[in-house]
């Protein structure tokens, strides 16, 4: 069974600070999923990482996957306010069945301050 | 713009009743989900359905069952709802073309039972 493991769970920092996020996973999954929900709306794909030493970039958001290590981050540069949400990373479970169920962790609630 | 729909956006209803929570994606997606999303929890795989009629457990099925008849259509069937069934429920589809296909989420619909 796949386990996902995020932390911090809750963390606040300053506008214009640089900080990461860290989700761990305890068996093999190549495909890792990092989502945004702002308050009261539903959930906003960010990266799909699908092989080992995977990075993606947008705006501030960089990902990367270490499947050796079954860690995924999500680095945050230059913090900026908007970029408050909770954010999820899910990984992936193959049922056999031909679709995949992701589990997902219990998410990092994101509070950035002028 | 793709879009997963979800019937309502707040629901009651008493203990005891049978409820049924419509899921809509006007994508032609062959994979599509039910999650519940609760506070310090994460969001939780209840079912998913790879294609028309066929449907496999997640994490925690039990209590409900799901239904799909058409393509576009995936139904999460609470039989006879409880009190700890109030939650966020979320849908979310996509296609079975490969790893790096993104998964979209409908808005929810927040369930109390009382």
């Known amino acids: 069974e796949l386990k996902v493991e995020q932390n911090p769970l809750f963390l606040s920092m300053q506008e214009g600070k640089n900080y990461t996020i860290y989700c761990n996973y305890s068996t093999t999954s190549d495909r890792l999923y990092w989502y945004r929900q702002d308050p009261g709306k539903s959930l906003e794909s960010l990266f799909v990482l699908l092989s080992n030493g995977a990075v993606k970039q947008e705006g501030r958001l960089m990902a990367s996957l270490d499947t050796k290590a079954r860690l995924s981050t999500l680095h945050i540069t230059a913090a900026v306010h908007d970029l408050s949400a909770t954010y999820f990373c899910a990984g992936f479970m193959y049922s056999g069945g031909g679709a995949d169920g992701l589990t997902f962790g219990k998410g990092t609630h994101l509070i950035i301050q002028p | 713009d793709v879009k997963v729909t979800q019937s309502s956006r707040y629901l009651v209803k008493r203990t005891g009743e049978k409820v049924f929570l419509e899921c809509v994606q006007d994508?032609?997606?062959?994979?599509m989900f039910w999650y519940r999303q609760d506070p310090g929890l994460g969001l939780r795989l209840i079912y998913f359905s790879y294609d028309v009629k066929m449907k496999e457990k997640g994490d925690i099925p039990e209590g409900y069952s799901v239904s799909r008849e058409k393509k576009e259509r995936f139904s999460l069937i609470l039989e006879s709802a409880s009190t700890n069934q109030t939650s966020m429920y979320l849908c979310?589809?996509?296609?079975?073309?490969?790893?790096?296909?993104?998964?979209?989420f409908g808005s929810g619909t927040q369930l109390s039972v009382l």
């Open positions: 994508m032609d997606h062959e994979n």
């Open positions: 979310a589809s996509r296609h079975n073309r490969g790893p790096g296909e993104k998964l979209f």
